[in-house]
Structures are given as structure tokens and as C-alpha cells.
């Protein structure tokens, strides 16, 4: 498939840069970031109804551990195969199919009368949404102007604290409401089916995919669209530059270039980033509900005690939104791991009701704005041809800790309660402060910049 000239691309990628932003980077933003949302609020919800589960259905730690669990094995899956797949299809066809998958499998949970049939469907919610993830920054990032690119994504991953939080209302108030009400929470969770279709016809392709792909005309077309929006003179019509003849990296040859010498520093420092925190923050954000239930605290004092400390999410994005822009993408996600690894200390030794609120909203805080710095980190240290492959790997990585956490949270909370999983959590938290240095800062700089 014929390639445009490195001339031709970064012609693009200056005027996609030197935009504003606009209603349609608005719209672009907060299309995805629904999408994302709608994600959040699934992984919340399992949370709060796996406490549910493990009374109305009698189950053990091991069998809830596997309902985790299975939905992460699929996020695993999804993230590495939907990366592959963005790069090959693009961005926002992948987009809209995950949410479709997810969507109907999340719904199709109300329906269940056992475990195993669950843990199926979980396995293929994962799927959908391990594949969203990584898809939706890499969309989002290729058309954020580079001054304000990292910000945006920051903005993006705040969306999933508005889901966070709608899955601990809905935690709150449905679930406790009936004998049915965590069967009435996966119907909620079914919404993204129908958003795939806006999704589908609603959005933009990425015009960055488009000119990787040699679909000149259809990236001056929506690049001009933005441009009229800006209500900024067109430059010159780019499909009239000169095109070279290239074949496209193969699947196989996209996954074997992130280990590269040019890469391959930095692979292993992002693989390594995302497994660490993917740990730390599903050991203890699936368990918090059920590790409060088991302190003493009914569902319904634990389900609000939940809530309270998910509305810190929120201001811990913020705060990583303007800092991301000010000193970088390396040390605003090492500082805020670093405050994630002495809150998680801090909340797993917490006695009274006042301490496990308040370090366990400081735990959210620091740990989503770090999450927002690495899904706006993750996508800028690939060029064009291999950003979404390069960030679905490393989320595909991250999921694989995200499947054994919920595994070794009852073993660690059998052997020294949450003192001893919470510390353990906080020595993973600082192994992403360091690895998080390996990772290249490209802040201001074009995406299409080495």
C-alpha cells in the first residue's frame, strides 16, 4: 500500500499541529471520552457487584478472583490484538467494534445464573475494552495540536473517573435497591452498544492514519474541515506532493520494530510502567469494596465509603491535566506514582473511618493523575505506523498484571491483611516512578518526530 512522502506527512502533521482547538477537536474529545467513560463505569460496576456475588451466591475468594480476573484476561487479548488491528484497519472502526463487543457482553451479564456463564462473558467484555483503551488515546493524540496534546489525553482519561464515579452511584443506590439490582447495573453497562454506532458514523478517521496509509485525499479533506473551523487560510492541497512507493510495516514486523534499537529502551520502560501500575491499581480499586465489607462496614457504609474516595479521581486529573504541560510528561507521572506508593502505605495501616476516606482519596488522586500521564505518555513515543500497535502492547502487558492482581489480593490479604497488600501495591507504585525515566518526553514536539 503506497505511503506518502516523509514531506507530504509532516506538511500535515505541521498544519494539524498549528490548529487551535476547535468545536471539532471538542467533538473528537468528548466522543471518545464517553466511550471511555462507559469503560470505566463497566470495570467499576464488577467491583461492587462481585461483593454482591460473594453473599447471594456464597462464593470464595478464589472463584470472585476469577470473575476479576476473567475480564482482564480478555483486556490482555483485546489491547494487543486492537492496537494491531487500529494500525492495520484504523482508529476509529476498531474504535466503534470494541465498544459493540463490550456493550452487548456487559448486557448480556444481566442474564446469568451462574458463575461460569459470567466469567465467559466477562472474558469477552475484556476483550472489547482492552482493545478501546489504547485505540481511543491513540486517536485522540493524532489529533491534538502538539502544545496542547498531552493535556488533551489527560482531559480524555478524566472521563474515566466520570465513569468510576457513575459506577459507584449506581454501586450505591441500584445494586443495594433489590435482589435484582446488580442484574439491573450490567443492563445500565450495555449503553455502549448503542454509542457504538455514533461512534461508527459520528467521528473522524485519524487524518495521521490516513496519510500513513497513503489516503492523501481523505486526510486533506478532514484537515481542511478543521482548518475551515478554525476559520484559518488552507494551505496548498498536500495530495500534490510527491509520493513514495512503500509497502506498510506487516503485523508481525509492526510488533518486532518496538524492540528496535531506536525502541527498544523505551518498550521496555513503558511494558514495565504499565504492568506495575495495572498491579497495584486493580489490586486494590476491584478489592476496596469487599476489603471494607470484610473490615466490618455493611455494603451499603463500604459502597459509600467507595464513592467518597472515587470523587477524587477527578480533581487528581486535573491537577495532571495543567502540570503535564508545565514540567513533562516524565516527571509529573513519576511524582504522582510516588504519591500513589506512600498513600497506598498510608491507607492499607488506616484505622478509623476519617483516615481510610482520606488516604483513600488521596490513593485516587495520585493514582488516576498518573494514569492520565501515562495514556498521554504511551502514544507519543511511536511514529505514526506503529502508535497504536506500540501502545496496545503495552496496555496488553499492563493487563496481564491486572489478571494475576485479583489473584493474589486474597492470598496477601490472608497472610497479613490489607497492611501487607497495600504495601506491596506501594513497592510496585515506585518501580513505575523509576521505569517512568526511561520513557522519551515529547512534550511540544510533533507526533511525527523521532
Known sequence: MPEPSLTSRSSLAARLDALPFTRSHLRVLTGSGVGWALDAMDVGLISFIIAVLAREWSLDSFTTGWIASAGFIGMAIGASV?????????????????????????????????????IVL?????????????????????????????????????????????????????????????????????????????????LPESPRWLASRGRMGEAERIVSRLETDADLQRTPAIRKEPVR???????????????????????????????????????????????????????????GFTLLITLAQLPGYAVAAWLIEVWGRRLTLSVFLAGSAVSAVLFGVA?????????????????????????????????TSLRATGAGWAAGIGRIASIIAPLVVPLLLARGG?????????????????????????????????
Not at 493524532?142 to 502544545?147: C, H, Q, V
Not at 491499581?281 to 463500604?302: Q, R, T
Not at 498521554?376 to 511514529?383: D, F, K, L, R, S
Open 82 to 118: 486492537g492496537g494491531l488491528l487500529a494500525d492495520r484497519l484504523g482508529r476509529r472502526y476498531v474504535f466503534a467494534v470494541t465498544l459493540l463487543i463490550y456493550g452487548v457482553a456487559t448486557g448480556a451479564s444481566a442474564l446469568v445464573g451462574g458463575v461460569a456463564v459470567l
Open 351 to 383: 484505622g478509623s473511618e476519617g483516615m481510610i476516606i482520606a488516604t483513600g482519596m488521596a490513593l485516587s488522586f495520585f493514582n488516576l493523575g498518573a494514569w492520565g500521564a501515562l495514556y498521554a505518555v504511551t502514544p507519543e513515543i511511536y511514529p
Open 418 to 450: 490489607a497492611p501487607l497488600a497495600f504495601v506491596v501495591f506501594s513497592v510496585f507504585f515506585v518501580i513505575a516512578a523509576v521505569a517512568a525515566w526511561g520513557l522519551v518526553d515529547k512534550r511540544g514536539a510533533s507526533l511525527d518526530d523521532r
Open 245 to 303: 512507493e512503500t509497502l506498510a510495516p506487516t503485523t508481525s514486523r509492526r510488533v518486532a520494530l518496538l524492540w528496535a534499537p531506536e525502541f527498544r529502551v523505551r518498550t521496555a520502560s513503558v511494558w514495565l510502567v504499565w504492568f506495575c501500575v495495572n498491579f497495584a491499581y486493580y489490586g486494590a480499586f476491584i478489592w476496596i469494596p469487599s476489603i471494607l465489607f470484610a473490615a466490618g462496614y455493611d455494603l451499603v457504609k463500604s459502597f
Open 122 to 202: 466477562r472474558f469477552f467484555v475484556g476483550l472489547g475494552l482492552g482493545a478501546e483503551l489504547p485505540v481511543a488515546s491513540t486517536y485522540v493524540s493524532e489529533f491534538a495540536p502538539a502544545r496542547i496534546r498531552g493535556r488533551l489525553i489527560v482531559i480524555l482519561e478524566a472521563f474515566w473517573a466520570v465513569g468510576w464515579t457513575a459506577s459507584a452511584l449506581i454501586g450505591y443506590f441500584v445494586i443495594p435497591a433489590s435482589e435484582s439490582g446488580w442484574r439491573w447495573a450490567f443492563a445500565l453497562g450495555a449503553i455502549p452498544a448503542v454509542y457504538a454506532l455514533f461512534v461508527r458514523w459520528g
